[in-house]
């Protein structure tokens, strides 16, 4: 398969450099008793040449907006509290759609169009049910960039808040600092964000946050569901998004809601051979990226991974993240996390997630620039918390991870805790890999992991204890499965149910060993507090130095 460049480096790069200057500009300024009453009187007036400022008076509301940039390199500078003003004061300029027709608060076209938004809050929009951008519709290339900007109560049908289309070559949207996307309504898809075609979000500036959005995915006409993918955000491949904000109080992605990915969904496009890709990575060592407290009616309520369909084609949604955290989200299937499949004519294909692991194919993952790893004492790289359950808060057998067929989930120095649902990790013909991992403290129905369908796990270097599990057995292996190097101790339950594949066990230390065979241990590990997800060893632990050192590896 031919894996495209989502971002060719020399084009955006190109693009990049060419952001807007501080400096330097013409000044057109709007206002009472200003040159211009009216924003787009401004706007129009800015040349087709050059890079140029708009200043907004903060002493009036500005009521039925429906601007328009096209193909203009502009900055809508607000809070200046009169015209004569050289700096801004501390009160945003509001840009409001209420009192004129369906429309986006701002529509921005063309190629090369550059656009900062500066101390604005951008609100009440009001699209058609099917229209795109409720407060902002971008489609071009270029760059929108939101600096110290709120783009709020917005609707539309695709894209509450912003609609990122990229065309005609790279487009970027750049939250900087304090841009936050917060109570905007989708009728189908993207409750705060959509990005699609070439766009790219890069969320990185301290005090970003994508919260409170809805993806409703209704046809209000048709009286049926229909789509409902991405609360906060939708990216649809070969879109990509990388989110590296610590964001503000829980988070940066924070109690949005939809049928398929409450916080994000990363959905492939039908009949394509594109992939795209969502990379979670921390720029503050004590406060990593977090997905945090969102809402799936169906599946993924953290995250959701899915597929375009097509005779041959593959089309998927895949996850980098490093340094974080995803907690406290709700789905009735894969709490924190679920990856789709699709099956076409000739085969099927999964999606994939990686967490802190460097990959090849498919996701080509590495840590972006700027990524930096947790403090030590620092709450990172967990799922905790993750609740699968109905819509009226009843427990569901869904899993905290599901992973459907031929995906993959391969994860390093993850701990899964305080879960609650049917299964912590269920895959079906799929490759798990878990290394360095901790799972404890989960409340589960079934097995703790269960693999089905000939799939394939790999458990080293891990923990499992403390779990309240109400089935017989811990593990539950269809499929190749290699157990080194690891504590599995839950008294009283089977460790390993396995009906297909190989089964290779080494330096383990377990609570019942008949099933794993001679390469398992009966030994108390003596861990601190695995009921409540503190799996640390107690001093004189039969653990500690059990299994021979690693050449190159001090663990």
């Not at 049908?157 to 309504?185: F, H, K, P, T």
């Not at 194919?361 to 609740?387: D, F, I, K, L, Q």
């Not at 993850?414 to 490759?431: E, K, M, P, Q, T």
């Not at 001679?518 to 503190?534: K, M």
Request: with cysteine; charged share 15%; hydrophobic share 40%.
């Amino acid at each position: 398969m031919n894996m495209p460049s989502m971002h060719p480096r020399g084009l955006l790069a190109l693009v990049l450099a060419t952001a807007l200057p501080a400096a330097e500009a013409a000044i057109f300024r709007v206002g009472p008793g200003c040159t211009y009453t009216s924003v787009q009187a401004a706007i129009n007036a800015v040349p087709a040449s050059g890079t140029h400022d708009v200043h907004i008076a903060n002493s009036v509301e500005f009521t039925a907006q429906a601007l328009v940039i096209d193909g203009k390199q502009v900055a809508l500078r607000g809070g200046f509290d009169d015209c004569s003003n050289t700096f801004p004061g501390t009160t945003k300029t509001t840009l409001s759609g209420q009192g004129g027709g369906n429309d986006s608060v701002l529509t921005i076209r063309g190629k090369g169009v550059q656009v900062a938004l500066v101390d604005l809050n951008i609100i009440r929009g009001d699209e058609v049910h099917d229209g795109y951008g409720g407060g902002i519709d971008f489609r071009g290339a270029g760059i929108l960039q939101l600096t110290r900007t709120a783009v709020s109560q917005n609707y539309a049908g695709y894209g509450g808040g912003i609609s990122m289309i990229g065309e005609g070559g790279a487009a970027e949207l750049q939250m900087q600092a304090d841009a936050v996307i917060l109570l905007n309504r989708a009728q189908f898809s993207g409750g705060g964000i959509r990005l699609e075609g070439t766009a790219h979000l890069r969320m990185a500036g301290r005090g970003t946050t994508i919260a409170n959005n809805e993806a409703l995915g209704y046809d209000p006409f048709a009286a049926v569901d229909r789509y409902g993918y991405g609360g906060g955000i939708e990216v649809i491949a070969p879109a990509s998004a990388s989110i590296g904000s610590p964001g503000v109080g829980n988070g940066a992605i924070v109690a949005n809601i939809a049928r398929y990915g409450g916080g994000i969904a990363m959905v492939g496009v039908d009949g394509e051979d594109v992939d795209g890709k969502v990379t979670l990575y921390s720029t503050d060592p004590s406060r990593p990226v977090r997905v945090h407290g969102n809402r799936a009616r169906n599946t993924g309520g953290g995250i959701y991974l899915g597929t375009g369909s097509g005779i041959v084609a593959t089309s998927r949604g895949l996850l980098c993240a490093y340094d974080a955290r995803i907690d406290a989200n709700a789905a009735v299937d894969g709490s924190a996390l679920y990856a789709d499949a699709d099956f076409g004519v000739v085969s099927g294909f999964g999606t994939y997630a990686y967490f802190n692991v460097d990959s090849g194919y498919p996701a080509y993952c590495s840590p972006p620039t700027g990524s930096v790893r947790c403090a030590a004492g620092s709450e990172c790289n967990t799922m905790h918390g993750n609740r699968n359950e109905d819509g009226n808060g009843n427990a569901t057998q869904g899993a905290t991870i599901l992973v459907q067929d031929k995906g993959g989930f391969d994860a390093a120095r993850l701990a899964i805790r305080d879960g609650s649902g049917g299964y912590v990790l269920r895959a079906f013909d799929a490759r798990i890999a878990l290394d360095a991992a901790s799972i404890a403290a989960n409340t589960t129905s079934g097995a703790l992991i269960r693999i089905e369908d000939e799939g394939a796990l790999s458990l080293v270097d891990s923990t499992l204890a403390g779990n309240a599990i109400a089935a017989s057995a811990v593990l539950s292996v269809n499929g190749d499965f290699d157990l080194l190097r690891t504590i599995l101790w839950q008294p009283g339950k089977t460790s390993l149910v396995q009906s297909a594949g190989t089964v290779t066990v080494a330096q383990v230390i377990a609570s019942e060993v008949a099933s794993l065979g001679p390469g398992a241990l009966l030994r108390s590990p003596r861990l601190v507090d695995p009921e409540r997800g503190d799996v640390h060893l107690r001093a004189a632990s039969p653990a500690i130095d059990f299994a021979p050192a690693l050449v190159g590896d001090d663990v």
